[in-house]
């Protein structure tokens, strides 16, 4: 298991996250499977974490929020 599944599962087993958003607690092999999952708020958790993951530059993380950002309005409002 790698950091960034270890990361995945450890954000999605927050009790208030899973009540709020109800999402099954599956667990999840790779970031990849964890992006191509139903829930929103899955795929979300695990863009930001491979986008961080990936380079930890303040410029990238100005292009990981807006990857988010587009993501969710796209998929949640």
């Known amino acids: 298991m790698n950091n960034q599944i270890r990361m995945l599962e450890l954000v999605l087993s927050d009790e208030k996250l899973r009540t709020l958003y109800e ?8 970031i990849e499977q964890a992006l191509s999952s139903e829930n929103p708020i899955v795929v ?23 990857v988010i950002v587009n993501y969710l309005n796209q998929n949640i409002l």
């Open 44 to 66: 979300t958790v695990a863009k930001i974490i491979k986008g961080v993951s990936t380079n930890p530059e303040k410029g990238s993380l100005k292009e990981v929020y807006n």
């Open 23 to 30: 999402y099954d607690d599956i667990p999840f092999t790779s």
